[in-house]
């Protein structure tokens, strides 16, 4: 959406355009107010919001055209933004720690074969468990709990982009997991991780019935 939608009048760390640089625009506002500027400025500009009365000053009055992106679209959108956009793209894989909750919940799927990886390859959990999430996994593997504690996020991410045992890819794939299935399951296992270390603290009363 970036690409199609904004690149031509805004770019990201590179200075103003047509429109402001967005680095950092997430932090520079709200996510309501940017929501709406983004559905019609015209009309927050025309609610005499200060902010949006500078911008349109600035910008030599040129109003952003009104976008039809659904809400969804808009909090991807705004996600990206936050989560530092091309620059991450450029940079290589995400930290884990941009997550949103539905990408943390797709890494859930993924390790429980809910949702296939892209290499056809079988949920981790077929030879692993995580406490709290997958306790009932195979026991091929390690347990999982607290991989990403002992991997940190660029020792994790080589790990998943290498592959496991047992992997079965099928023929037209070269990766046993695609980008964002790797970001997702990256994801999935530092929320298990600090859910583990809250189970394990004292703190947590569960694990004491």
């Known amino acids: 959406m970036f690409t199609r939608k904004c690149s031509s009048c805004h770019t990201f760390g590179k200075g103003d ?7 950092g625009a997430t932090d520079r506002h709200s996510r309501s107010w940017l929501t709406a500027w983004i ?3 015209e009309s ?11 911008l349109f000053k600035k910008y ?11 809400p969804a679209e808009i909090a991807a959108l705004l996600d990206y933004l936050a989560a530092s956009g091309p620059e991450a793209a450029a940079g290589g894989m995400r930290r884990a720690d941009s997550a949103t909750p539905a ?9 429980v074969g809910a ?19 997958a306790s009932n996994g195979g026991s091929l593997g390690p347990d999982l709990t607290h991989v990403y504690s002992r991997f940190q996020d660029k020792g994790l991410t080589a790990l998943l982009d290498r ?14 997991l695609s980008d964002q299935q790797l970001f ?13 270390q809250a189970d394990t603290s004292g703190t947590n009363v569960v694990s004491k019935r």
Request: charged share 25%; net charge neutral.
């Open 60 to 70: 030599k009055q040129q109003r952003m055209p009104e976008q039809s992106f659904s």
């Open 184 to 196: 997702a399951l990256k994801a999935f296992l530092r929320h298990a991780d600090s859910r583990g």
């Open 115 to 133: 949702v296939p990886m892209a290499g056809g390859s079988a949920g981790c959990i077929s030879c692993h468990a995580i406490s709290g999430h």
């Open 44 to 54: 927050v500009i025309r609610s005499g919001d200060p902010a949006a009365g500078l």
């Open 17 to 23: 355009l047509v429109g402001p640089d967005l680095k």
């Open 163 to 176: 592959g496991c045992f047992p992997r079965v890819l099928d023929e037209s794939s070269e990766r046993e």
């Open 103 to 111: 990408e943390v919940e797709m890494g859930r799927s993924l390790f």
């Open 39 to 41: 559905q019609s400025s």
